[in-house]
């Protein structure tokens, strides 16, 4: 079995020492520069497998070393050895593209947690780079058979938005900064999430994914942190909360402007410290996850606004990615098409789109992104006459799906059910207004989507 072997980058004899020891007896083999400039020739000289450096140098900075190593030796998992509290330090080097940091003084499970992720990472990089070569070397036919059992896990695109998109997110799969997703919705925010889990060294470990806007003010803190038994009324026993649940692998916060001021500032505490503490303890207790977090809104604004702290801002939003519209993408959506019809089809009916309900789709404007196509399409399906859809049943004349923001209080309250007797009539007039998106019309309706879909059921109309 080949032994990983690191280099230390620090000129603390200490320091060194302590690394030493702990890799040691982790049966992973050590080198040890005091300087870039030694750091610089044991990298071209040795084949290393991670890196962990110390930001002051005699000759420079643990910046610059990470910087080297991105551009030269991509495949090596850089940490970044910062001073306790210095969290402005450690937010620059994960910006620059370094693994992870960990904090002095030097806490060794800690340590441990993230030399094995890095560890991890390495052979997930050299399994990666053995599948490609194996796939080059493989017949076209064999290719395009895999090519064809892509799934929902995977970001569908040809467009160069895609491609760049996914380029940043196998990037970003590379770190344990946090990342903040962008972008309306629809456009695939929490598949993007799932997908930089996936690739990441944590995807062995949960992902947990929650939306924030949907846990009641007076339970957050327990959701998000747990409880002790006792601790309040109704505690009859310990609950785990989601950064337990979550330990380990990814905690993906969806809508996380929708967090109260209050939540935010334990939020940041949490991620500052890596630390939790469940109501009612006395102890804090260290936990080892990653944030991914997103939102449709403007951030940016909310924080302008004082509706959003900045501090916490600045934390979760380390590395941004911008999830594209469909509109921008729309050479992409043939494919998207292909995909979700596949996926539609049942019976051994096999549904296609004629060539004018091709070209209709690809001259809308999708307000509801891919989602949106999504749902146009399972209604499409449910309403044709054939296996091949025309464009007159995909229903887009005009069509104008309101986002969560764009519905007004007006609008809100001319959709008000009124009674039972014309629910029906109702939602199927919502549903027509929003283009068959759930979501929305249940927004356009005032009721919670839990409620429509409910409601949905009841009436046979899901």
């Known amino acids: 079995m080949t032994r990983h072997l690191a280099l230390i980058v620090d000129d603390e004899p200490d320091i060194c020492e302590l690394l030493e020891l702990t890799l040691n007896r982790m049966d992973i083999d050590t080198l040890s520069a005091g300087d870039l400039k030694t750091a610089y020739r044991l990298l071209n000289e040795h084949k290393i497998s991670i890196c962990l450096t110390d930001m002051r140098l005699p000759d420079g900075n643990g910046i610059e070393l ?12 850089v940490a970044m050895i910062s001073a306790h509290g210095n969290m402005d330090t450690a937010i620059e080097a994960l910006k620059a593209g370094a693994f ?41 036919e064999v290719v395009q058979t895999s090519t064809e059992k892509q799934d929902i896990s995977r970001l569908l695109g040809d467009s160069v938005t895609m491609q760049q998109t996914n380029k940043l997110i196998t990037k ?10 962008s972008g ?29 806007g949907a846990i009641p003010s007076e339970l957050m803190e327990s959701e998000f942190f747990g409880h ?4 309040f009324t109704g505690a009859n026993k310990d609950k785990q909360g989601l950064f337990q649940a979550a330990n380990g692998g990814t905690l993906f916060l969806d809508e996380v402007a929708d967090l109260p001021l209050s939540m935010q500032v334990k939020l940041l505490r949490a991620i500052q410290e890596k630390a939790i503490r469940s109501v009612g303890a006395q102890q804090e207790e260290k936990i080892d996850v990653r944030i991914i977090s997103a939102t449709h809104k403007d951030l940016k604004q909310l924080v302008a606004n004082d509706d959003f702290r900045q501090d916490l801002y600045y934390r979760i939003n380390v590395i941004e990615l911008a999830m594209p519209p469909l ?15 596949q996926r ?20 809308y404007a999708f307000p509801g992104n891919v989602r949106e196509l999504e749902n146009i399409l399972e209604r499409a399906v449910a309403l044709c006459d054939s296996s091949l859809i025309q464009s007159s049943e995909l ?39 929003t283009r068959w998106n759930r979501k929305a019309a249940a927004e356009l309706l005032g009721i919670t989507y839990r409620q429509f879909r409910y409601r949905l059921k009841k009436m046979n109309l899901d």
């Open 66 to 77: 990470v910087k080297k190593v991105q551009s030269q030796y991509k495949h090596i998992p």
């Open 100 to 140: 992870d940091f960990v904090s002095k003084p030097l806490e060794l499970a800690e340590l441990r947690n993230l030399v094995n992720a890095a560890i991890k990472l390495a052979q997930k990089e050299t399994h990666t780079q053995q599948k490609n070569q194996l796939v080059s070397e493989t017949s076209s």
């Open 172 to 181: 970003l799969a590379k770190s344990q900064a946090p990342v903040y997703i």
């Open 184 to 212: 309306e919705s629809g456009t695939g925010k929490e598949l993007a999430a799932k997908q930089i889990h996936a690739l990441s060294a944590r995807s062995d470990k949960p992902f947990t994914p929650v939306n924030c």
């Open 228 to 231: 002790i038994k006792g601790s």
């Open 327 to 341: 509109r921008e993408r729309q050479g992409d959506i043939r494919l998207l098409t292909d995909f979700f019809l």
């Open 344 to 363: 539609l089809s049942s019976d051994g009916t096999q549904y296609q789109l004629s060539n004018e309900a091709i070209n209709t789709l690809e001259h």
């Open 395 to 433: 229903s887009l004349q005009d069509a104008i799906v309101p986002s969560q923001d764009s519905t007004t209080a007006t609008q809100r309250t001319a959709y008000k059910l009124s009674s039972p007797l014309d629910d029906e009539q109702q939602i199927r007039q919502a549903l027509e207004e």
